[in-house]
C-alpha cells in the first residue's frame, strides 16, 4: 500500500514531465511550472496536518504510517519548486533573487516556508527521533505549521486579482490547525486525555 501511495504522489511530477515533453503546459510553461510545484507543496502540507485528525475523526489510526511521506513529497516539491524559481526563472543571479527576497514580501513569505521545512525534512527519520528524544522531536515538527502558514500567505500575496484559491487553502489549513487548538485545549483541561 504504502507504495502504491508514493507512486501515487509522484503522478503530479510525472504531468509536469509528460507536459513539457509534448509542449502541453502553455505559452508560459516556467510560470506552469512554478504553479503546478507550489500548489501541490501546499496540498501536501495540508495532506500532513490532515493525517492526525482524520485518523481520529475516521478511527483508522494506521493512516500515521503516511504522514511522514506526506511531509516529504511536501519538501520534494517545495525544492522544485524553489528550483524552477532560481534556475529556469533567475538563472541562479543571487543578487537578483536577494533583491526579490528583500522587496516582494510573497517571495519573502515562501523562503521562509521552505526554509522552516528543511530541518523537518532533516529530523524525520526514526534515528533523528531517538536523538532528540520524542518531545523535543515533536516541538521541533510543529514548525509545519508555520511553513503552511506562510506557503498561504505567499499564495495569498502572490495572486493580483483572484484569491478564491489561496482563500480555499487558508480555509482548509485554518480549519486544521483550529482542530488541534481545540485538542490541545481539551487535553490540558482533562490532563488524563491520550495525546493525538
Not at 495532506?47 to 485528525?53: E, G, N
Not at 526563472?89 to 516582494?104: G, L, P
Not at 484569491?163 to 485538542?183: D, E, H, W
Request: aromatic share 14%.
Amino acid at each position: 500500500m504504502k507504495a502504491l501511495v508514493f507512486c501515487l504522489c509522484l503522478v503530479p511530477l510525472l504531468l509536469l514531465v509528460w507536459g513539457a515533453v509534448t509542449q502541453g503546459l502553455g505559452p508560459n510553461p516556467i510560470e506552469a511550472i512554478t504553479h503546478a510545484t507550489g500548489n501541490w507543496t501546499l496540498r501536501f502540507l495540508a495532506i500532513t496536518l490532515a493525517i492526525t485528525p482524520l485518523r481520529k475523526l475516521l478511527s483508522v489510526p494506521n493512516l500515521i504510517r503516511y504522514r511522514r511521506m506526506a511531509g516529504l513529497f511536501a519538501f520534494f516539491y517545495g525544492c522544485l519548486h524553489l528550483l524552477t524559481y532560481l534556475w529556469l526563472d533567475k538563472f541562479f543571479d543571487f543578487a537578483s533573487i536577494a533583491k526579490d527576497i528583500a522587496k516582494r514580501p510573497f517571495i519573502f513569505a515562501g523562503t521562509l516556508g521552505f526554509i522552516v521545512m528543511v530541518p523537518l525534512a532533516v529530523t524525520s527519520t526514526a534515528g533523528w527521533i531517538r536523538r532528540l528524544g520524542g518531545k523535543r522531536w515533536r516541538w521541533l515538527h510543529r514548525l509545519v505549521y508555520v511553513s503552511a502558514v506562510a506557503g498561504v500567505v505567499h499564495y495569498y500575496w502572490l495572486v493580483k486579482s483572484d484569491i478564491r484559491k489561496p482563500l480555499l487553502y487558508g480555509g482548509i489549513v485554518g480549519t486544521l490547525l483550529l482542530f488541534r487548538l481545540a485538542t490541545w485545549i481539551k487535553r490540558t483541561a482533562s490532563p488524563g486525555t491520550a495525546r493525538i
